[in-house]
């Protein structure tokens, strides 16, 4: 497997509540991604990163922000949790090359309540 | 902006026979594709990708898919379908010159002994 760690795995908090998730590589790829996942929508792409503190907008961006100082930390934040934001969230990398297939993390289960 | 349609939430089909997803895509300009499987609970798990070249791909796990420009569509084959198999199928699109990587809605597919 690719080295992707992402933390939490588990979270569970109440609307309204800032929450940040991480997503941590080893691989000094350049282009890191966050998705969620829920049913019937399949994977939807909400920010990306294309280097360091360059990031851009995604399909479901609004709720979010994201922010990468460093080339192996891409976070992202919910400023204040809504229950639709209730999903599973993915990170992913891929290096420089553009035609390189993205790995994937083990993905964070978020629940707001 | 790119796009995939994943036209079959489900595909049934009996052990030993052959297998088909489907997949169409659009994208502007040319596109990178790719396959990814899911297991419960895990991440996405990288099958096989089109670049360039052979418009017939082969991939892990005796997986294959076939890339056809003219009808914008790059679906995923198998001669002989394992009970193993039975997951949920991720197409994906890369448009050249773009670094967005976007997802179709996944197929689940069920293979019955």
């Known amino acids: 497997d690719a080295g992707i760690t992402q933390s939490p795995r588990h979270k569970v908090t109440e609307t309204g509540t800032p929450v940040t998730l991480r997503c941590h590589q080893t691989?000094?790829?350049?282009?890191m991604y966050w998705y969620r996942q829920d049913p019937g929508h399949g994977l939807r792409l909400i920010h990306y990163s294309y280097g360091v503190k360059d990031t851009d907008k995604g399909e479901v961006s609004d709720g979010y922000s994201v922010s990468r100082s460093k080339t192996e930390d891409f976070l992202l934040t919910l400023e204040s949790a809504t229950s639709s934001q209730t999903s599973v969230y993915f990170c992913?990398?891929?290096?420089?090359?553009?035609?390189?297939?993205?790995?994937f993390g083990q993905g964070t289960r978020l629940t707001v309540v | 902006a790119q796009s995939v349609a994943q036209p079959e939430d489900q595909v049934n089909v009996a052990e030993g026979n052959p297998l088909t997803v489907k997949c169409t895509y659009s994208v502007s300009g040319n596109p990178y594709l790719f396959w990814y499987v899911q297991y419960p609970n895990r991440g996405l798990q990288f099958l096989l990708k089109?670049?360039?070249?052979?418009?017939l791909v082969k991939g892990s796990y005796g997986f294959e898919a076939e890339f056809n420009k003219s009808q914008t569509s790059f679906h995923l084959k198998k001669p002989s379908a394992l009970v193993s198999d039975s997951a949920l199928y991720f197409c994906a699109v890369r448009d050249k010159g773009d670094d967005k990587i976007i997802f179709g809605k996944g197929t689940r597919l069920h293979i019955l002994p």
């Open positions: 089109y670049i360039t070249g052979d418009n």
């Open positions: 992913a990398i891929s290096d420089y090359r553009m035609n390189t297939e993205a790995f």
């Open positions: 691989e000094n790829h350049r282009y």
